[in-house]
């Protein structure tokens, strides 16, 4: 549980309990009843906390999401609140107004669940499997390769360019998948190659 937010909520149900306990003492038993009853259980209670980045951009701040619902027991997962992660080196719990609304993307109805794909000769993009997107991109990507690739240059140095495929690669990763990615992109060949930090 995060400690920042442990701490308020004591403290807002420390200050609601002293009012009510105070009001007892004077007498007014129904009025510290419904004072009590007034306090909200805390809403991070019985929540999951799964860390992750924030999407919208190349700062790629850390952040603690919230979710209800226990997937062990076969219950739908629901998150219910983002927040900045306080032990994360970028932000330190910050975040700015874009990722303090991270909540609007998630319960978005017009946000992407799964890939899409426009076949040849269509006009609408039609939403297709993960593992079937894998294999199409995969596929792709290597006829690509095999009929493009440039071993040697018209001296005959060996150059060993791939450059009829560009790659764009997120920033909002660990610095451990951005040095997969670049070994992967570069050991192919590969010569278009940019980030999105620099969009
Ligand atoms: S919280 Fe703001 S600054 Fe941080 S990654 Fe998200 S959009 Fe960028």
Redesign the pocket.
Known sequence: MNMELSRRAFLRTAGAGLAGTSLGAMGFDAVEAAQIAHVKPFRLANTTETRNT?T??S???GIIMYSKGDLRKGEKAEITHIEGDSDHPT?RGT??P??AALLDIVKSPSRLTQPMVRKPGSDKFEPIAWGEALDRIARAMKDDRDKNFVATNKDGVTVNRWTTTGFLAASATTNETAWCTYKVVRSAGMLVFDNQARV
Do not use: E, H, I
């Open positions: 924030c919208y951009c700062v790629a701040c932000n975040l700015c874009k990722g």
